[in-house]
C-alpha cells in the first residue's frame, strides 16, 4: 500500500505570495495517478487536480500541479483569499484511493 | 448538474446501527464508481469504502471491514452505507463522492479507481453514549 506525506503541516503565508506544497508517495506513482482536493472550513473538499497535472473545472490557471514518480508538487502563483484551505493529495488506480494527511495553508 | 445528498447521520450509540443514503442526480449513477469517506471532527480525510459501478466489487478500509457494508440501488440512483457494531472513533462526517471511473477493470476483474470528481455536503454521525 502507498503511503503518501505531504509537507509542510501548515504553511503561513500572504496574499499574493507564492505557495509551494510537496506530496511524497512511499512507492512510485503508476500513470501519475495523483490528484490533489481542496477544503475550506465546514465545506466538502472539491477535485483540484487529477493526473497529477490537469486542473480541474471551476479552479483558474493560478494552480497547477507537476511531479511523477514518488514526488509530486501543487504550486499556487499568486495566493488569493480563497485560497487559504487545506490541501489534500490522493493516489488512485490499484489503490482504493489513500490520502495524505493534508497542508494547511493559513493567512501570515 | 451534478448533485449528491447525503442523509441518515445522527447520534447514535456505541454499539449500535446507522444507515447512510446518498441521493444522485445529474449523470448516469450507473457508470460510475461510488465511494464514502469521512472526517473526523479536525482531522483529516479517511477513505471508508468503494462500490464498483454495477455493484459487483465492494471493498472496504480495514477500520471498517466486517462492520460496515455498502450498496446501491441503481433504479432509485442511491448509495447507501449500512454501519454496524458503531464505535466512537466512527464519530465523523460521512461525505459520498464519485468515482471518475467504473471503479472496476474490466480486463483483470481488479480494483480500480479513478479521482473523486463529485463530492456530497456530507453527513454527521456521532457515536456517543
Known amino acids: 500500500e502507498i503511503v503518501l506525506t505531504q509537507s509542510p503541516g501548515t504553511l503561513s503565508l500572504s496574499p499574493g505570495e507564492r505557495a509551494t506544497l510537496s506530496c511524497r508517495a512511499s512507492q512510485s506513482v503508476t500513470s501519475n495517478y495523483l490528484a490533489w482536493y481542496h477544503q475550506k472550513p465546514g465545506q466538502a473538499p472539491r477535485l483540484l487536480i487529477y493526473?497529477?497535472?490537469s486542473r480541474a473545472t471551476g479552479f483558474p490557471d493560478r494552480f497547477s500541479g507537476s511531479g511523477s514518480g514518488t514526488d509530486f508538487t501543487l504550486t499556487i502563483s499568486r495566493l488569493e483569499p480563497e485560497d487559504f484551505a487545506v490541501y489534500y493529495c490522493?493516489?488512485?488506480?490499484?489503490?482504493?484511493?489513500?490520502f495524505g494527511p493534508g497542508t494547511k495553508v493559513d493567512i501570515k | 448538474q451534478v448533485q449528491l445528498v447525503e442523509s441518515g447521520g445522527g447520534v447514535v450509540q456505541p454499539g449500535r446501527s446507522l444507515r447512510l443514503s446518498c441521493a444522485v442526480s445529474g449523470f448516469t449513477f450507473s457508470s460510475y464508481g461510488m465511494h464514502w469517506v469521512r472526517q473526523a471532527p479536525g482531522k483529516g480525510l479517511e477513505w471508508v469504502a468503494v462500490i464498483s459501478y454495477d455493484g459487483s466489487n465492494k471493498y472496504y478500509a480495514d477500520s471498517v471491514k466486517g462492520r460496515f457494508t455498502i450498496s446501491r440501488d441503481n433504479s432509485k440512483n442511491t448509495l447507501y452505507l449500512q454501519m454496524n457494531s458503531l464505535r466512537a472513533e466512527d464519530t465523523a462526517v460521512y461525505y459520498c463522492?464519485?468515482?471518475?471511473?467504473?471503479?472496476?477493470?474490466?480486463?483483470?476483474?481488479?480494483?480500480?479507481?479513478?479521482?473523486?470528481?463529485?463530492w456530497g455536503q456530507g453527513t454527521l454521525v456521532t457515536v456517543s453514549s
Open positions: 490522493q493516489h488512485y488506480g490499484r489503490s482504493a484511493g489513500t
Open positions: 493526473g497529477a497535472s
Open positions: 463522492a464519485k468515482d471518475s471511473s467504473r471503479s472496476y477493470d474490466i480486463l483483470t476483474g481488479l480494483l480500480s479507481v479513478g479521482y473523486f470528481d463529485c
